[in-house]
C-alpha cells in the first residue's frame, strides 16, 4: 500500500521559508517519478514540480521557478520541498504524489503576515 506521509503544514510569512519532506513506503520509492503539487482556495490542483527516478531532472512550474527546489533521497525514501521566497499566493495544500496518480493527504500552507 503507497503511503506519502507529509508533515503539519503550518503559517510563515511572505518573504519566509519552509522545507517540508515526504517520506514514502509501501513502493519501489527509488523507481518511482515523484511529485509535489497545490491546491490553493477556490482553484484546481496546480503541479509544482517534479523529479525523475535518479534526481538528475526536474521540472517546476512557472509560478514557482527559482523560488522552489524538489528533490530526493533515495536511500532514505524521502522526497522534499525547499520553498524560499514565499508569497501570499503560495497560500495552498500541498500534496506529495507518486507518478502524478497517488497523491498524500495534504498539508496546508498559510503565507501571511
Known amino acids: 500500500q503507497v503511503q506519502l506521509v507529509e508533515p503539519g503544514g503550518g503559517l510563515v510569512q511572505p518573504g519566509g521559508f519552509l522545507r517540508p519532506s515526504c517520506p514514502a513506503s509501501?513502493?519501489?520509492?527509488?523507481?518511482?517519478?515523484m511529485s509535489w503539487a497545490r491546491q490553493a482556495p477556490g482553484k484546481g490542483l496546480e503541479w509544482v514540480s517534479d523529479?525523475?527516478?535518479?534526481?538528475?531532472?526536474?521540472y517546476y512550474a512557472d509560478s514557482v521557478k527559482g523560488r522552489f527546489t524538489i528533490s530526493r533521497d533515495n536511500a532514505k525514501n524521502t522526497l522534499y520541498r525547499q520553498m524560499n521566497s514565499l508569497r501570499a499566493e503560495d497560500t495552498a495544500i500541498y500534496y506529495c504524489?507518486?507518478?502524478?496518480?497517488?497523491r498524500g493527504q495534504g498539508t496546508l500552507v498559510t503565507v501571511s503576515a
Open positions: 504524489a507518486k507518478d502524478r496518480t497517488t
Open positions: 509501501g513502493f519501489s520509492f527509488s523507481r518511482a517519478r
Open positions: 523529479i525523475n527516478s535518479s534526481g538528475w531532472s526536474t
